[in-house]
């Protein structure tokens, strides 16, 4: 038995203490994970005193070993026949719930401490959209900028080569998140389709619907992440209609989010990719950024060049000095810092639904917070994409699809018992009106009570 349980005299402070030191020195030098355990960790001290079993049974500290993590070479070769070498990982964090669940990032800056915090994050998003998905996440240091459609597939077929062993319908179930989408699932696939002999269409979501995808999934993260807002603002009495509103990235998330938030009479007024970002005060065409992002893979700059009226001004970040009444970060974690925060809440901002993982720091968390500012954690605001995916297992597993009405009715009642179990578990845990501990502990809740049904494993 370890020394923490043991010692009943210390105070839940010094325990929760002790735990994040440990995870400090476990795991050196990852601040993003860190940053997310740390996040986490805030909400848990009246739920550790009120529920005296958990620290009995080692739950946080098991929690927070992942329970496995892969690390593998990705050979491949690019179009000039030079051989490439990159990093693949994957973190099969959890499975209390069910089978591993979480995308797979293929950025520059992918590492361990990227995964973990994402795979640590994904099994309360996870745990909160009532699916029966455990936490895992993946992906590699690959940059898919400026790389041919052959050597994304070359790269794809590398990287599933060695996943294949890990992953399976009822063990891990991958799908995208930045730099992966239809084309890369797709290649994966494929890969892993040839290598198994056998079609299996539970092994991957965010899957094309010609071969086992769901409809309305590619919608589902932005989507969700709207619905989510509606509820949030409909606390006071508020609507989208007519709001300004700013929406970082113009990827996946971001472009599915403004649509939802236009659709509902929201005035969007700026989106950015990493090099910069557009300002358009009649607000944003999104054919034309959907043309340029989804068809052409070019940069959010070309906007100005169809619409003159817009302005590009290099610098993602300072989309946020842009002002707005509704955020929505849609594009990479640690977007939004306090200065940003600051900015925000000078020029009027109401509410902030975060489309990314962990795109605010804590410091603008807390800022946002103590300024009565709306605000929608990732873990829940964001947990539509998986919950969408989880619902593309279940049509696999039954062999059948659901019409996109069908899929989105299940999404937006999803979102909705999300933030009701938010807004519940704040309540009865001291936290009323704070949406980043409700989610953490209505997430972990449902974590911790099964872990305990499964003994100490
Ligand atoms: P995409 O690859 O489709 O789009 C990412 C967007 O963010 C692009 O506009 C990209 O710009 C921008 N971006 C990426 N990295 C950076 C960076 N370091 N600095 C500034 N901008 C950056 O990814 P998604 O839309 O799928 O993912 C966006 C966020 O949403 C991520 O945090 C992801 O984890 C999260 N998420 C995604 C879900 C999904 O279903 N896809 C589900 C839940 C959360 P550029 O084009 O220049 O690279
Ligand atoms: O961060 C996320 O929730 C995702 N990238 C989606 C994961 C999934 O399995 O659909």
């Not at 690390?71 to 099969?92: C, I, L």
């Not at 996440?137 to 062993?165: A, H, N, V, W």
């Not at 593309?392 to 039954?398: H, K, L, R, T």
């Amino acid at each position: 038995m370890s020394k923490l349980i043991q010692d009943h005299t210390s105070t839940t402070e010094t325990y929760i203490q002790s735990i994040y030191d440990t995870v400090i020195k476990r795991n050196p030098g990852e601040q993003e994970f860190h940053q997310a355990v740390n996040e986490f960790l805030e909400s848990m001290a009246p739920v550790i005193e009120q529920h005296p079993e958990y620290r009995q049974h080692a739950v946080l500290e098991r929690l927070l070993e992942p329970e496995r993590l892969v690390s593998f070479r990705v050979p491949w070769v690019d179009d000039h026949g030079q051989v490439q070498v990159n990093r693949g990982f994957r973190v099969q964090f959890n499975s209390t719930l069910g089978p591993y669940k979480g995308g797979l990032r293929f950025h520059e800056t992918v590492n361990s401490s990227i995964i973990k915090f994402l795979g640590f994050e994904q099994i309360f998003k996870n745990a909160l959209t009532g699916q029966p998905i455990g936490g895992g996440k993946g992906g590699s240091d690959f940059d898919p900028k400026g790389k041919s459609d052959m050597e994304i597939m070359r790269f794809c077929q590398s990287f599933m080569t060695e996943l294949y062993k890990y992953i399976g319908s009822d063990v891990d179930v991958p799908a995208g998140d930045i730099g992966v989408g239809g084309r890369e699932i797709g290649y994966l696939f494929g890969q892993y389709k040839r290598i198994r002999g056998g079609n299996e269409p539970g092994i991957l979501t965010g899957k094309g619907i010609g071969y086992g995808g769901s409809l309305a999934r590619t919608e589902a993260t932005g989507y969700g992440c709207i619905y989510f807002l509606q509820e949030l603002l409909s606390s006071r009495g508020l609507h989208l209609q007519g709001r300004r509103t700013v929406v970082s990235g113009s990827g996946n998330v971001s472009i599915f989010a403004m649509e939802k938030a236009q659709e509902l009479g929201a005035i969007v007024v700026a989106c950015s990719d990493s090099g910069g970002y557009i300002v358009d005060p009649n607000g944003i065409k999104l054919d034309t950024v959907k043309q340029i992002k989804l068809v052409e893979g070019g940069r959010i700059r070309d906007y100005v060049t169809h619409h003159p009226e817009a302005s590009y001004h290099y610098g993602s970040t300072d989309i946020w000095s842009v002002p707005c009444e509704i955020a929505l970060p849609c594009a990479t974690q640690n977007e939004l810092d306090a200065a940003a925060a600051r900015r925000l809440i000078g020029n009027g901002l109401i509410a902030i639904a975060e489309g990314a993982n962990m795109p605010s720091t804590l410091d603008a968390v807390h800022l946002l917070l103590d300024n009565d500012i709306l605000f929608g954690p990732a873990k829940a605001a964001n947990a539509g994409g998986v919950a969408v995916s989880a619902l593309e297992m279940a049509q696999n597993s039954m062999r059948l699809s659901w019409s996109f009405d069908e899929v989105d009715d299940k999404l937006k009642q999803i979102m909705q018992h999300i933030y009701r179990d938010s807004v519940q578990a704040a309540k009865t845990y001291g936290f009323e009106g704070n949406l980043v501990a409700g989610a953490n502990i209505a997430g972990f809740r449902r974590v911790a009570e099964a872990m305990l049904q499964q003994g100490i494993i």
